[in-house]
């Protein structure tokens, strides 16, 4: 499998209760590897994938750091220094509270310049399907390189499958720019908000069928309330959550779909590989940061 997509440092800060503005707020802060597409990478070795490779930008600041880290996971890195831009950062504020919900303050830095030139058709010899994180969608080099990548992985027979990833990004580019860059994707996991968004229905069932006229197979990821499977324009099944003590939310999203990617490519059905999504989630709620354990 190779992920393209975001390579960041996550710079996690748990709290309890409301921010107290114009002073101290007590918090527990640590610094984790993080970034929608690495963390995708990192799941999907955890779930069983021999062999994950990810494209990524970083700055020089954190690049051997960030080696590192996806190698101690699994992950073969291939990272693309970026002389100019420091590595993105991303504060996640997380409230200790019983949802453990975060908020992020994203600083994208190099991860938004991946390129067409970091791009090389040779990089999916070998590869059984492709992933794309969506914060490619959100530059103007990231566009870019999601229509180069995308022709070359049709070229190849390569499936792809897309990650929507922020729905504060999406709604800024919007939904009818989105989907129009993502034609051709196999498969589409977006997370509740994001179906919603992509499709203006409120009802995420709704929004699932919507979408799966457009997409061969949809995964609606919906958090403490599992996951819609739709195919053909109909939900196909409705995969319920495991349970969880939620400590962070950072990540959940990710793990499902390196879960679930892994299954698929495994040979399971949707279905079967939604619940493996299901269960990633569950774990990475129960960490702090985006990834799992790693395999030093």
């Not at 963390?39 to 021999?50: L, Q």
């Not at 989907?179 to 409120?202: F, I, M, N, Y």
Request: aromatic share 4%; glycine share 12%.
């Amino acid at each position: 499998m190779l992920v393209v997509g975001d390579v960041v440092t996550d710079i996690v800060a748990r709290h309890r209760g409301p921010l107290a503005s114009g002073t101290d707020t007590v918090a527990a802060i640590r610094t984790v590897p993080g970034g929608a597409g690495a963390n995708v990478a990192c799941w999907a070795v955890s779930a069983g994938c021999a062999d994950v490779r990810l494209l990524g930008r970083v700055g020089a600041d954190a690049v051997d750091w960030h080696e590192r880290e996806l190698r101690a996971s699994g992950v073969r890195p291939l990272l693309v220094t970026d002389p100019q831009a420091p590595t993105g950062t991303v504060v996640c504020l997380v409230d200790t509270g019983a949802s453990a919900e975060r908020t992020f303050l994203t600083d994208s830095g190099a991860a938004l310049r991946l390129a067409p030139e970091d791009w090389s058709p040779g990089l999916l010899d070998g590869v059984g399907r492709l992933h794309l994180s969506g914060y490619l969608f959100f530059s103007e080099p990231g566009r870019a390189l999601v229509s180069t990548v995308l022709d070359s992985a049709r070229s190849c027979g390569v499936p792809v499958s897309v990650d929507p990833a922020s729905a504060g990004f999406l709604g800024t580019l919007g939904a009818d720019r989105f989907l129009g860059l993502a034609e051709g994707a196999e498969v589409l996991l977006p997370s509740r908000d994001e179906a919603c968004l992509l499709t203006g229905l409120p009802d995420p069932a709704d929004a699932a069928v919507k979408l799966s006229r457009h997409f061969p197979l949809v995964v609606v990821k919906q958090g403490g309330a599992g996951a819609l499977v739709a195919r053909s324009g109909a939900v196909r099944a409705r995969v319920p959550a495991r349970t969880a003590a939620p400590r962070d939310t950072t990540g959940a999203g990710d793990a499902f779909t390196g879960a679930f990617l892994a299954a698929l490519l495994a040979g399971s059905a949707p279905e079967r590989a939604a619940a493996a999504g299901c269960a990633a989630g569950a774990q990475a709620v129960e960490r702090v940061g985006g990834r799992p354990p790693a395999r030093r």
